[in-house]
């Protein structure tokens, strides 16, 4: 069975989270969703309430997995999750470099609402902030 560090490995574009840091999401600190596929996880997705806003903290899909619907489906969940405790909008921070996520965001109703200077190491990048209105806002 392929773990989430497994896909996290195979996805250096992404947060580079510890095992603990995953802990949180069963703890309940946060909210984590995965998506299967023939009996191994495929893909997964984990957010957080900050106030009103669903904040999406690391999303991945393996990446010969990609191109199926398996992030739309992992990002619905966690859209029609914000939705259900009312958010007004969801954002996130996504590497200046990685254009298939920048166009998926796009192609989800994300829009580019601003820039963190070097805000990822390893190589040092700066993170575009993208934002999207809630239906229920």
Request: aromatic letters at 10%; a neutral charge; one cysteine or more.
């Amino acid at each position: 069975m392929t773990s989430t560090m497994e896909i996290q490995s195979a996805c250096p574009e992404i947060a580079q989270w510890t095992t603990r840091d995953y802990a949180r999401v069963v703890q309940g600190d946060m909210a984590g969703w995965v998506a299967e596929e023939k009996i191994e996880v495929a893909g997964f997705i984990v957010a957080r309430r900050v106030s009103s806003d669903l904040e999406i903290l690391n999303f991945a899909v393996r990446p010969e997995r990609r191109n199926r619907g398996i992030g739309a489906a992992l990002l619905r969940q966690a859209l029609d999750w914000g939705a259900a405790f009312h958010a007004e909008r969801a954002f996130l921070e996504v590497r200046a470099s990685n254009l298939a996520a920048l166009r998926f965001y796009e192609h989800n109703g994300f829009e580019m609402t601003g820039r963190r200077p070097r805000y990822y190491v390893s190589p040092i990048e700066d993170a575009l902030v993208f934002t999207a209105r809630l239906a229920s806002s």
